[in-house]
């Protein structure tokens, strides 16, 4: 299902209340001085704002010091060694749990997503929790053509391991997850801890029974000068991807009559 905010009532003053059942974790590696820029912005529309600096080195955490200072809403948790984004997400997403946390807005670090939306995905969470809220990115003339085609042929193994129950992007990280699902898909399985979250975690929700929703949302990718940075390695991060992928076929394969009841019943709704 694909829908447009327009349509979502949105809360009251989302950045002053704390909110009871939804947070946004940030996953940070070695972010630059985006970092900074992108809580500051996730604090304009959202209470509280957590970050999990997975052990980065280039002191891009120094200056959050500062901020947190001044703001108890943000916290901030260091891992000591360098874990992976789905692993930085789940030491977040246990201590969301632990404090009654419902759902989870994950966004990158380094400035690329629209914090503007958080309010608005967090509504639209809020009234559909047994939905995934996921971001569908909405390129501009700055994204390279070699990530932008990756995604398709990514997105079109997603739609055959969940039987084309909805088109979501498979890659894009702002999206809004449950938490508790999140973190016992992530215990019963060993891999998702770097790259290759965020596109099994959808799968395996969506075989839990979330119902995918796509919200488009603007991506922007910066350059080096412009203080952008990635960690994606194209050779490392795809092999990565595409043992995921084989991972989930097989993963379908083996409990298919399981899966084309789920489908059948999904679109039943
Ligand atoms: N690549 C990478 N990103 C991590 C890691 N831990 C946390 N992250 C965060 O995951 C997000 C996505 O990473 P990024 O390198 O920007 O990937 P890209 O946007 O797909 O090029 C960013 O917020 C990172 O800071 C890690 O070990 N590796
Ligand atoms: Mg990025």
Do not use: C
């Not at 193994?157 to 909805?166: A, F, P, R």
């Not at 979501?168 to 973190?183: E, T």
């Not at 991506?219 to 952008?228: A, K, L």
């Amino acid at each position: 299902m694909d829908i447009s905010l327009a349509t979502v009532a949105l809360p009251d003053d989302p950045a002053e209340a704390g909110h009871p059942t939804h947070l946004v974790l940030i996953p940070s590696y070695n972010s630059g001085p985006k970092l900074i820029e992108t809580v500051r912005a996730a604090r304009r529309h959202w209470t509280p704002v957590w970050v999990v600096i997975d052990g980065s080195t280039d002191q891009s955490d120094a200056a959050l010091d500062r901020l947190t200072a001044d703001d108890d809403a943000i916290r901030v948790f260091v891992l000591p060694k360098n874990a992976g984004k789905g692993a930085a997400i789940l030491h977040g997403v246990r201590v969301a749990e632990r404090e009654g946390y419902s759902h989870v807005l994950t966004m990158d670090a380094d400035g690329q997503h629209p914090a503007e939306l958080i309010p608005g995905f967090m509504a639209l969470s809020a009234a559909n929790p047994k939905s995934l809220i996921l971001g569908d990115p909405v390129f501009d003339d700055t994204a390279p053509l070699v990530r932008v085609l990756g995604r398709k042929l990514s997105n079109w193994w997603t739609d055959v391991e969940t039987l084309w129950t909805g088109r979501f992007d498979s890659l894009f990280g702002f999206r809004v997850y449950p938490v508790s699902a999140l973190r016992e898909v992530m215990d019963r399985h060993r891999w998702m801890r770097r790259f290759d979250f965020d596109a099994e975690a959808a799968v395996r929700l969506v075989w839990r029974g979330y119902r995918p929703i796509s919200v488009a949302a603007p991506v922007r990718y910066f350059r080096p000068s412009e203080g952008g940075v990635s960690h994606f390695h194209y050779v490392r991060d795809n092999v990565l991807l595409s043992w995921m992928h084989l991972r989930l076929v097989a993963a379908l394969l083996a409990g298919l009559p399981r899966h084309l009841v789920r489908r059948l019943r999904s679109s039943r709704h």
